[in-house]
């Protein structure tokens, strides 16, 4: 059974950084991961996702050059590095593995 756990999120200012983390269970090394986010009042939309081993990376235009996706699989880890933030950047963001979401993990950017 997968479980995925998202921490990290908080509060920042306007040019600020968060890192996320996404802790996972269930053959962790095998799997594509990906981050998506849900602003309030608006749907689910894909961030980035990485290839099982982080030698692949995709980015959503709107976080390029800001946002950097990476893992450990000696951790069973996934990280969200995010550089820049903007107040469009407010949603709660979601850890994606094998169709398997966490409970997400709340960012919120404002001065």
């Known amino acids: 059974q997968v479980q995925l756990v998202e921490s990290g999120g908080g509060l920042a200012q306007p040019g600020g950084s968060l890192r996320l983390s996404c802790v996972a269970s269930g053959f962790f090394s095998a799997h594509a991961m990906s981050w998506a986010r849900q602003a309030p009042g608006k749907g689910l939309e894909w961030v980035c996702g990485i290839n099982f081993d982080g030698t692949l990376t995709y980015y959503e235009d709107f976080v390029k050059g800001r946002f950097t996706i990476s893992r450990d699989n000696e951790k069973d880890t996934m990280f969200l590095q995010m550089n820049s933030l903007k107040p469009e950047d407010t949603a709660v963001y979601y850890c994606?593995?094998?169709?398997?979401w966490g409970q997400g993990t709340q960012v919120t950017v404002s001065s």
């Open positions: 994606n593995m094998g169709g398997s």
